[in-house]
């Protein structure tokens, strides 16, 4: 065999470039005194320095787009923030990640919490907030574990706290006081929408708003609001740190920088991958070792089950926010689940759809009823009780639910039924010709090839 | 729905004993102090009064009300929006088993299914011995350690129907039970109280469980030319020395090489439906 050093441009090494996961290899990489280790805080220390107009315009001039989904500017998102205004401003961090697929942010904050903090500390410095908010969903107690752990560190460290405290721990005058409250969800798939969390964080059902206005005028007790993902803000001290210039040289010209991409599904194997931005599924599976031995990729989402399918003629596809545009769907939060082709695709789009009526928050006719509709004909049709006309029924429901329900828990609902329907309609037209689904479930389980025998042959 | 009650309306909820009152008055003060504005804590609120009874009781109900000066009506539509807050007594601990559709498919819906036949109950039942409540859930943002369990909010990542069956069995017959991610168990009350925002107490609760589970760091180490789980270390790594510890046992880097990194597409090793 042939020892080879030479790194060629398809090597691992080349492809990937962690940062936010640089070091969640090390012991007790959640604390702060190993976030410190790997210059933790110094973005801090950089920005609490500058004016915080020169610190909107980096992050603006740097290029960093939304990790949550929608892809939005992040510099834009805080320049919006009126100043002057007499009102308090807040900033409240979307940690309520519950996409079907999605698995960035929870290992993000179980690993590397203090990423977070560090981040919105600059955050809230760039638009002069006093009180910042975790919005963590409730379903995920590990983690919580370690945000309190890292807010209570962040507190003993100055970085939080009162005026005068944070003044002297951190040897810079005049810095205003800055509180951050971590706050349980309660288990609700809607508050991942910015309005709906704003709601639930004021104690109430978590039901989306009417915008404008927007958050960013009149956001957490109407006042000036900046909601951010916790990638999106945990990505900001790096870029203080190491400057735009660096971020920019990775990704492209109109998605930049690095991020969480997260394997999942039938692959040999699923975890998460920090690259640039544009990296492709045929790069990801070729370094990580491809789908299960034995088994050719059918769709894919390429960030969560909100955004259309995608199927094997999509591997090349750059997975950055115009790519995969221009490829139909969208990047979503790059939760990359990739299914092979023993599983059933209107099993898994029945299974969303499920979801997504149970997760309705009622408030509008579209949604709640549409939903409803959808689940019913679904269900009929893997029973082997639909008829042709079902599969338009589908489409012209799914119509009337995207672009007209209040909030983009509605849009996502069509997702999958649009994308199914354009990519294996075959498939359902079977369910209704042979009277059934032609899948058998336990093929597509993880164990489902698994040797018979305890012998694995192993040459020792 | 078989009840009528003619017209008879319901009697208000007595309040706690007035020792317990005091003492989750004070834990509401501080959870109200968190938030500028006093109702911002009706969530963690109903977190904290579930963890004294184990479910929001209208006893619960009613003193959430009272500290945050809403109606009993007002607390109540926020308790039936959100599915973590049980209206019903319920287990010790909470199985739920994640069968949205990437979990379900890799073997989410056998595990359900062979769970409530295990333990005979259906969704959402407890056991008679009032240990587990089985429920499935949706996802847990834990799509890379699929299929999940999650028990009472713990992580058990890469589950089987065998695996889970055991650990219905444990938790049924009191044995310490792990997580793979997180800390030892505790009460489903115990848990409510940390989603309440105070800290788990538990000395080691926070280090649990370590830094990050396999699956998280599998991108990472490719990065640093190290193996994948189950595969074996390029041998690109060989210059520097390296100052991280090594992937696996001393001795995996002369381990039979069996799918070459740089040609994943190409396995070399054993092949074992083939071999055998």
Known sequence: MTVTTELNEHSPEKLLAPVLSAFWDQPNAWTLRTYLRHEGYDGMRKALAMAPDDVIALVKDAGLRGRGGAGFPTGMKWQFIPQGDGKPHYLVVNADESEPGTCKDIPLLYANPHSLIEGMVIACHAIRSEHAFIYLRGEVVPVLRRLHEAVREAYEAGYLGTAERRSQKLGMAGLPGLDITVHAGAGAYICGEETALLDSLEGRRGQPRLRPPFPAVAGLYACPTVVNNVESIASVPAILNKGKEWFRSMGSEKSPGFTLYSLSGHVANPGQYEGPLGITLRQLLDMSGGMRPGHRLKFWTPGGSSTPLLTEEHLDVPLDYEGVGAAGSMLGTKALQCFDETTCVVRAVTRWTEFYAHESCGKCTPCREGTYWLVQLLRDLEAGKGRMDDLDKLADIADNINGKSFCALGDGAASPIFSSLKYFREEYEQHITGGGCPFDPARSTVWADEPRSTHLGVNA | ?276
């Open chain 2, 1 to 276: 729905m078989s009840d009528v009650t003619l017209g008879m309306p319901q009697l208000p909820a007595p309040d706690y004993p007035a020792e317990v009152r005091a003492r989750l008055e004070a834990d509401a003060r501080e959870v109200i102090a968190r938030y500028p504005d006093s109702r911002s804590a009706l969530l963690p609120l109903l977190h904290l009064v579930q963890s004294e009874e184990g479910h929001v009781t209208r006893t619960g109900v009613r003193f959430c009300a009272e500290v945050l000066d809403l109606t009993t009506a007002e607390v109540t539509a926020v308790v039936t929006f959100y599915t973590m807050y049980r209206r019903k007594p319920s287990g010790d601990y909470q199985v739920g088993v994640c069968t949205n559709t990437l979990c379900a498919v890799m073997g989410g819906d056998a595990i359900f299914e062979e769970l409530q036949r295990h333990l005979e109950v259906g969704n959402g039942e407890t056991t008679e011995d009032g240990k587990v409540t089985l429920e499935h859930i949706e996802c847990n943002a834990a799509c890379d350690f699929a299929p999940v369990v999650m028990v009472n909010w713990e992580f058990f990542d890469n589950q089987t129907v065998d695996s889970a069956k055991r650990l219905v069995d444990d938790l049924r017959a009191g044995r310490t039970v792990e997580p793979t991610r997180g800390a030892p168990l505790c009460t489903y009350k115990e848990t409510a109280r940390i989603l309440a925002g105070f800290p788990d107490p538990r000395p080691g609760a926070v280090e649990a469980g370590g830094a990050a589970g396999p699956a998280s760091l599998v991108g990472l180490r490719l990065a640093k030319g190290e193996s994948a789980p189950g595969r074996v270390v390029s041998p690109r790594s060989s210059g520097a020395p390296s100052d991280e510890p090594p992937a696996s046992h001393p001795s995996s880097h002369d381990a039979p090489q069996r799918t070459s990194a740089s040609d994943p597409q190409h396995p070399s090793g054993p092949v074992t439906e083939e071999g055998e």
